[in-house]
């Protein structure tokens, strides 16, 4: 099983930009066979799924992305298969942004099966999260 730490977060200000990244703790794993789906949660609120990536060229998936509407046009997610990690480019960050990103792995199929609920795909392995704050 796909072990994943996130980096990245840190404490911005509304308009800023940061950008998150997830990698694999084990070496044997590759990314590019996984969909990719990055979450985040705020205080006392519920895990909402932000953005997903499905695993690419030559894997079962075709590398589409998939945005939640109120980061459209300003998160972008990216593979970056020589250095085996996911990045999440965010811009224009606002203070409703701010909350634990977490990368999660899934199986491609499960998010294809998903179709536009792509977040309610079965992620299996999740890493720790990343703490974004976006003061106003």
């Known amino acids: 099983q796909v072990q994943l730490v996130e980096s990245g977060g840190g404490l911005v200000q509304t308009g800023d930009s940061l950008t998150l990244s997830c990698a694999a703790l084990?070496?044997?794993?590759?990314?590019?066979?996984?969909?990719i789906g990055w979450f985040r949660q705020a205080p006392g609120k519920e895990r909402e799924g932000v953005s997903c990536?499905?695993?690419?060229?030559?894997?079962?998936?075709?590398?589409?992305?998939y945005y939640t509407e109120s980061v459209k046009g300003r998160f972008t997610i990216s593979r970056d298969d020589a250095r085996n990690m996911i990045h999440l480019q965010m811009n224009d960050l606002k203070p409703d942004d701010a909350g634990v990103y977490f990368c999660?792995?899934?199986?491609?199929?499960?998010?294809?099966?998903?179709?536009?609920?792509?977040?309610?795909?079965?992620?299996?392995?999740w890493g720790q999260g990343t703490q974004v704050t976006v003061s106003s």
């Open positions: 999660a792995a899934a199986h491609p199929n499960s998010v294809l099966w998903a179709g536009d609920n792509w977040w309610q795909a079965d992620f299996g392995s």
């Open positions: 990536i499905m695993s690419g060229e030559g894997t079962t998936g075709d590398g589409r992305t």
């Open positions: 084990n070496s044997g794993s590759n990314l590019a066979y996984y969909a």
